[in-house]
């Protein structure tokens, strides 16, 4: 795979001081989960099936999802709000718990028909060694209930961030879109799945190059890649896609053109969250008055940082300004 060809917004310009940063205020809208991890130590397999017996001995509970990132808008300075929908079960209640140890001022939708989706993963000698997902979908009278909650809290926030994992939470985003564009609040979605239609009106969106794939199929070369981006940009009326590229860094594409941003050299302990954390970046910046493609590059450094952290994790701004 060839590396990308341009390099335009590769500079960092000064970050906000933090008093800017914390009077920018992000809605998080999206789908959030419970990150369960249990730590244990493998001495042996266990006699009833070729797998190893995990004797757990320290437990860890994390916001996982949509709450990732307000948590992560909270880490790097700016404030959030986070609405979303959960069950009236164990998990949400420690959803809550959690959140309001992280000062994340939030608007729950409750269903009790809901199972708050739960991660719980494995860990044995730092590896995770099996992953368990509890969860189902959400009743559509709650979700539409979101929306009225959704247009109460717009004008008191300056960006609004869509986390879609694609578990039911947003049946009513273009609707959301409308609402906000309407309001003059710039719109940022992490997306999921192969409808990207609906995202249509918003401001930016940042899939990985796997869920740019699904949509566009396989590209040559970084003209192709740029046709692609582009014509999906126009087709959808978006101000900008930022594609996530891994290990090869961000490339931005707006109507200037393309603007890649390379990988910052770090060693990578775990990718899970880094979506989280780069749109994040990305919202809290905006949110503060910078430049798209200005916020792209620190988006990108906040990125380096949190791959080095194990499992969903979040950057403070200090960390993240040094």
């Known amino acids: 795979m060839t590396a990308p060809a341009r390099a335009t917004a590769a500079a ?3 970050l906000p001081a933090r008093e800017r940063l914390a009077r920018a205020r992000v809605l998080v809208v999206g789908d959030v989960m419970l990150d369960r991890y249990w730590f244990g130590a493998v001495d042996r397999i266990s006699p009833e099936a070729p797998v190893p017996v ?12 949509a709450a990732n990132v307000a948590v992560n808008v909270q880490s790097l ?7 979303t929908v959960v069950g009236e079960d164990e998990a949400a209640r420690r959803l809550e718990q959690l959140l309001a140890e992280r000062q994340v001022a939030t608007a ?37 209930q979101m929306v009225n909650d959704f247009a109460a809290a717009l004008p008191a926030h300056d960006a609004v961030v869509f986390s ?11 609707r959301m879109i409308e609402l ?6 710039p719109v940022l979605i992490d997306p999921k799945g192969t409808d990207y239609a609906r995202y249509a009106g918003a401001t930016a969106l940042t899939p990985n190059r796997g869920e740019l794939a699904l949509i566009t199929g396989p590209w040559k070369g970084e ?17 900008a896609l930022l594609l996530t590229r891994s290990e090869e ?16 050299a770090r060693e990578v302990f775990d990718v899970t969250g880094a979506g989280d954390t780069v749109i994040a970046a990305l919202a809290a910046l905006v949110a503060a008055g910078v430049p798209l493609a200005q916020a792209v590059p620190w988006a990108n450094h906040a990125a380096s940082l949190v791959v080095a952290k194990f499992g969903t994790a979040s950057v403070g701004y200090d960390e993240w300004a040094a």
């Open 164 to 174: 879609d994992y694609g578990k039911g939470g947003l049946a009513h985003i273009p």
């Open 12 to 14: 960092r310009l000064p």
């Open 180 to 185: 906000a564009r309407a309001a003059g609040k």
């Open 77 to 83: 300075g700016a404030q959030a709000t986070l609405l």
């Open 54 to 65: 995990v004797r757990v001995t320290r437990e860890e509970d994390r916001l996982g999802g």
């Open 249 to 264: 860094g961000m490339t931005l594409f707006d109507a200037d053109g393309s603007h890649h941003v390379a990988a910052e």
């Open 223 to 239: 003209a192709q890649l740029a046709t692609l981006a582009q014509a999906m940009r126009r087709e959808l009326g978006l101000d």
């Open 108 to 144: 729950l939708g409750r269903d009790p028909q809901l199972k708050t989706i739960v991660k719980l993963r494995v860990i044995g000698r730092s590896q995770q060694l099996i992953r368990i997902d509890f969860e189902n979908t959400p009743d559509h009278e709650v979700l539409a």
